[in-house]
C-alpha cells in the first residue's frame, strides 16, 4: 500500500495557476502514479500519469500544454497553468499502478491506491 496526502488545491481566477503536490510512503519503481478529477456530475478522468522512475508522462488532451506532471524521490506534483472553469474538480492523487502504459493510465481501476483528493475551483 502507498500513503498519499494531497495538498495545493484552492480557489483562483481564470487563467491563474496552481501546484498540487502529493507525499507518498513508497516508491515503486516502474508503476504510475497520477491524478485524477471529478467535476460535479461527472466521472472520474484521468489528468495526468507519470511512470515512477522512466520519468515517461502522459495526459489528457484536454489539459496538454497547460498541466506538467513531475516527481521526486518522495513527492508527486501537478503544475496547472492557463486554469479555466472548466478545470473545476476534486483532484485526486493516485499510485501503484504496476505494468503502467500508454493504454492503461488513464483507467482509474488500474490504480490501487488513492488519496483524499483536494478541490481546485476556478472562477470567471
Known amino acids: 500500500q502507498v500513503q498519499l496526502v494531497e495538498s495545493g488545491g484552492g480557489s483562483v481566477q481564470a487563467g491563474g495557476s496552481l501546484r498540487l503536490s502529493c507525499t507518498y510512503s513508497r516508491f515503486i519503481y516502474g508503476s504510475c502514479m497520477g491524478w485524477f478529477r471529478q467535476a460535479p456530475g461527472k466521472g472520474r478522468e484521468g489528468v495526468a500519469g507519470?511512470?515512477?522512475?522512466?520519468?515517461r508522462t502522459y495526459y489528457a488532451d484536454s489539459v496538454k500544454g497547460r498541466f506538467t506532471i513531475f516527481h521526486d524521490s518522495t513527492k508527486l506534483y501537478l503544475q496547472m497553468t492557463s486554469l479555466n472553469p472548466e478545470d473545476t474538480a476534486m483532484y485526486y492523487c493516485?499510485?501503484?499502478?504496476?505494468?503502467?502504459?500508454?493504454?492503461?493510465?488513464?483507467?482509474?481501476?488500474?490504480?490501487?491506491?488513492w488519496g483524499q483528493g483536494t478541490q481546485v475551483t476556478v472562477s470567471s
Open positions: 493516485v499510485a501503484n499502478n504496476m505494468g503502467c502504459d500508454r493504454d492503461n493510465w488513464l483507467l482509474p481501476g488500474n490504480y490501487r491506491d
Open positions: 507519470v511512470k515512477l522512475g522512466y520519468d
